[in-house]
């Protein structure tokens, strides 16, 4: 997929020169040659340069692995470490930045081969604390050389978020539909984490789209468009305006993306788009997406911002949907309720019109928006992706700024369950372990928008990860808690 940083992380090794320099040298080559065992070797780079041990050993090392095109950091504890010049180091990498420590290897060797990192790491977390910067510490950050590489790898796609969110560029095309004031976009919290906005009128878009009339360009996104439609091309009409609004959406990110190195948009998508563009953008929002460049609905732009953390997350495509409507009592009992361990109000079905990639769907077909078409002609309607979702495992969550500006999130895993939906647009039947809970002490409770975003995979560890680092507070973390853990507004007599 484009549109997403490829990681590069710098392993330093310190020592506390009271210490054997022999202990993290030797710890550092064990860590690295596990790491290259079992992944990726572009995704890590040693720093041979030196073990730091004083702050000159830190601009050295910082030199190092900039030169070295690193753009995340392990300060990796071979034995106590020195606090100070460790911290400085994660204080000037211009990048996110983790700490892990070694465990001792034998209890045969507990005399010049005790390090004491486990003790280390609480000097550690203490000075980052002091000097408020920004790290990641893994669940138990302590661990054997292979134990250590897993932690780094699990901090890969944490940090590919991160640094993504860095460059990021979100462009918007509004204003919002009327009534959907529940996706309001305060920017100072975009600002906060980073991320730069570009707000543009529905007008810009199409005087920009009219001026791509006749591209010729055109015919050969139409073939694209059929080659991925198949036996699903049902309106093959309308094709040549979508790949004109495509190549007008690429062009526009070109011209306008400036110095950032990714781009979301959060589009416009009715009431006015349909009757003067003559058509919906849904298929075309879809296959965006698929290639890593999020695409949310009715300009929500915190919608957007979501979907590019969960593609930088799990490097695929994800998608928004309305968390839409219950699963009928009927449905339930004759194709859930004895096939899978979840109650009724633990489903629900997730909808949109038809934004969802083809490939995370069972079954597509362009077919026109079935809403708007009930006061609208049909064909200006036309453009909508549909089908069921694929089942399998998903994580719903969303990040949000509130009217006062307040970060505030929620994550929850569950799947998407093999039952027929019966319905339209790109929908799946969703299961959640105690949803009903979770629906309305986090998503009621906290004032959260309709719209969700779905990545396709459990990826909660690595998306809680992100909100922590990037300072959301973990009390507005909301998940759906297990039975027996009351949420603060839950009442327990109920």
């Keep these: 997929m484009i549109n997403m940083p490829e990681v590069k992380i710098g392993i330093v090794a310190v020592s506390r020169d009271c210490f054997p320099e022999s202990l993290s040298v030797n710890r550092r080559k064990a860590l690295v040659q596990a790491y290259e065992a079992k992944y990726d070797p572009k995704n890590i780079y040693e720093c041979p340069v030196c073990i730091v041990e004083s702050e000159i050993h830190m601009v050295q090392a910082l030199e190092d692995i900039k030169a070295a095109g690193c753009n995340a950091l392990a300060v990796y504890l071979g034995n106590f470490g020195p606090e100070i010049s460790e911290t400085l180091l994660a204080k000037h990498f211009d990048g996110p930045a983790m700490f892990i420590a070694a465990a001792e290897e034998s209890g045969n060797n507990l005399i010049q081969g005790r390090g004491d990192a486990y003790c280390g790491m609480l000097n550690a977390s203490y000075n980052l604390k002091l000097r408020n910067v920004k790290a990641y510490i893994p669940e138990y950050p302590v661990g054997t050389a292979e134990e250590c590489a897993d932690m780094i790898q699990e901090f890969v796609p944490i940090a590919r ?16 539909p009327l009534n959907f004031l529940a996706c309001n976009a305060p920017i100072k ?21 009219k001026n791509h009339a006749g591209d010729p360009r055109i015919p050969d996104v139409v073939k694209d468009m059929e ?4 036996k699903g091309n049902k309106k093959p009409e309308i094709l040549e305006k979508l790949a004109q609004y495509e190549l007008t959406l690429l062009d526009w990110i070109e011209a306008h993306r400036g110095y950032r190195k990714y781009v979301a948009i959060a589009g416009k998508c009715w009431p006015a788009f349909q009757t003067q563009f003559g058509f919906v953008p849904c298929y075309v929002n879809s296959r965006l997406t698929d290639r890593g460049i999020p695409v949310s609905c009715e300009v929500d732009i915190y919608g957007a911002l979501s979907e590019f953390i969960g593609t930088c997350v799990s ?3 994800v998608t928004l949907l309305d968390i839409n409507n219950s699963v009928p009592k009927d ?11 979840y109650t009724q109000k633990e489903t629900f079905m997730g909808f949109h019109c038809g934004n969802t990639s083809s490939k995370k769907l069972s079954f597509c077909e362009m077919k026109y928006q079935l809403i708007m078409a009930r006061s609208l002609p049909e064909e200006v309607t036309q453009g909508t992706l549909e089908g069921d979702i694929a089942p399998g495992p998903i994580t719903f969550f969303r990040l949000q700024s509130t009217a006062d500006n307040v970060l505030r999130a929620y994550i929850a895993q569950g799947q998407v369950l093999p ?6 647009g790109s929908i799946g039947i969703f299961a959640i372990p105690e949803m009903n809970r979770f629906y309305r002490h986090v998503l009621i409770e906290k004032n959260f928008p309709h719209h969700g975003a779905v990545a396709f995979g459990h990826f909660g560890k690595s998306i809680y990860e992100v909100f922590k680092y990037i300072g959301v507070d973990v009390e507005e973390i909301g998940f ?15």
């Design 161 to 176: 978020a991160i640094i993504g969110l860095s460059s990021l560029k979100i462009i918007s095309f509004g204003p919002r």
């Design 480 to 494: 759906n808690q297990p039975k027996g853990m009351l949420y603060k507004t839950e009442n327990p007599f109920a």
């Design 331 to 341: 449905l339930y009992e004759e194709d859930i309720r004895n096939a899978y361990n």
């Design 419 to 424: 039952v027929a939906t019966r319905s339209f």
């Design 227 to 230: 080659a991925e439609l198949g």
């Design 315 to 317: 490097q695929d495509a």
């Design 189 to 209: 919290q975009l600002y906060n984490l980073g991320v730069e906005i570009e707000e543009n009128s529905e007008l810009d878009l199409f005087e920009a789209f």
